[in-house]
């Protein structure tokens, strides 16, 4: 049982310091059929799939919230008002992409 | 001497010495090779003599140019680019060549263009030119395939990012045939010395360096046993790299055809 917990622990930490050893990235296109494609990564090249996305209002307001998938995108329906993109991979790797520089 | 004699064997010899000096290069050509955002990029592609802007060559309609995107451990995704592009007349400093252009909508991770074109009937040699040539644009810093061969059947695969040279870095690219390394392939290296002037389609008049003498023209360097060539940047801009006759044996129409493989990368200054 140690041994397991122990196993966990290392995954957990290995997992962890990899996250924490690269630079986050995201960028977002407009379709031009009002919905955005944000792309996500890391500058080693590791997936960004599952991390946590919100779509804020100028207040933060959440309008929207998801994750990446399996392709490290997220797509969504472009809200009429102004709003920022959150790419949130954890304290320090968080990314804003404000919606009016979001183009095509 | 007749000083008429004199003058032509002159004129003769800075011919044969400007043909010997500059080699032909395979140009996929967009002016920022490492993009902050994505976004339509233009694209030229050009057969020309690049650090002397010397002779283009008319291309002929290419055999293949696609684009192979990748992004982080996401799978490749190959897109046909042949029907988008569309011929243009390019001017040197001492002719006008056909050539082509398109425009690309880049988004993140790596982009590598690749073309494989018509052989090139070289009269002054006597035989055809063939160079199958890569160009990798990244947008945004997000590595993706960069360092796997694409399949080209000649190509240099980079052992670096080609577009995240600082000046006084090294390049190395591995030289492949059908996938394979080829051991002590020549390879020929050139600065783009005139900058593409692109609403023009021509290169600009003046260029950046001085040769002391022919020789830094065109330089030559041999990869080691297992294809591997090593080059130290001294200069930002565009270098090219031009694998040569990696397929000694091979034939177009009956005649000899030199299947090349050539890359470029884009250094930059520190500061």
Request: net charge negative.
């Amino acid at each position: 049982m140690k041994r397991n917990l122990l196993f966990c622990l290392s995954i957990l930490f290995v997992v962890t310091t990899n996250a924490w050893a690269h630079t986050p990235l995201c960028s977002c296109f407009d379709n031009g059929d009002d919905t955005i494609t944000c792309e996500g990564g890391f500058s080693d090249g590791s997936s960004a799939s599952g991390v946590a996305m919100y779509i804020k209002a100028i207040d933060d307001r959440v309008l929207l919230e998801g994750k990446m998938n399996e392709d490290s995108e997220f797509t969504f329906d472009k809200p009429k008002d102004d709003y920022y993109v959150l790419f949130d991979a954890g304290e320090g790797h968080a990314i804003k992409v404000p919606g009016k520089e979001i183009v095509e | 001497m007749n000083k008429k004699v004199a003058a032509f064997l002159a004129g003769a010899a800075v011919l044969s010495s400007a043909a010997v000096a500059s080699a032909h290069f395979q140009m996929i050509y967009t002016p920022e090779m490492a993009m902050n955002k994505g976004g339509k990029i233009p694209l030229k592609l050009v057969f020309t003599h690049p650090f002397g802007a010397g002779h283009t060559m008319d291309m002929g309609t290419p055999e293949q140019f696609f684009v192979v995107r990748t992004r982080g451990e996401n799978a490749p995704k190959k897109t046909d680019l042949k029907e988008k592009l569309k011929p243009i007349t390019w001017t040197s400093l001492t002719n006008s060549g056909q050539a082509y252009e398109m425009e690309y909508q880049a988004r993140g991770g790596d982009h590598a263009f690749c073309l494989i074109p018509e052989p090139y009937w070289e009269a002054a040699d006597e035989f055809y030119i063939k160079q199958n040539t890569k160009v990798i644009v990244n947008v945004g810093g997000e590595p993706g395939a960069w360092s796997e061969p694409v399949g080209l059947p000649t190509e240099i695969v980079p052992l670096a990012k080609p577009y995240d040279r600082w000046t006084g870095n090294v390049f190395q690219g591995q030289v492949l045939f059908n996938g394979k390394p080829v051991p002590g392939a020549e390879v020929e290296i050139e600065f783009m010395n005139h900058k593409p002037e692109l609403d023009k389609n021509a290169f600009a008049k003046e260029g950046e360096v001085e040769a002391p003498q022919d020789s830094f023209v065109l330089q030559t360097i041999f990869a080691d046993e297992n294809g591997v060539f090593t080059y130290g940047i001294p200069r930002a801009g565009w270098w090219g790299f031009a694998a040569l006759d990696l397929d000694p044996d091979y034939t177009y129409k009956g005649k000899k055809c030199s299947r090349d493989a050539v890359t470029w990368i884009q250094a930059k200054d520190m500061k």
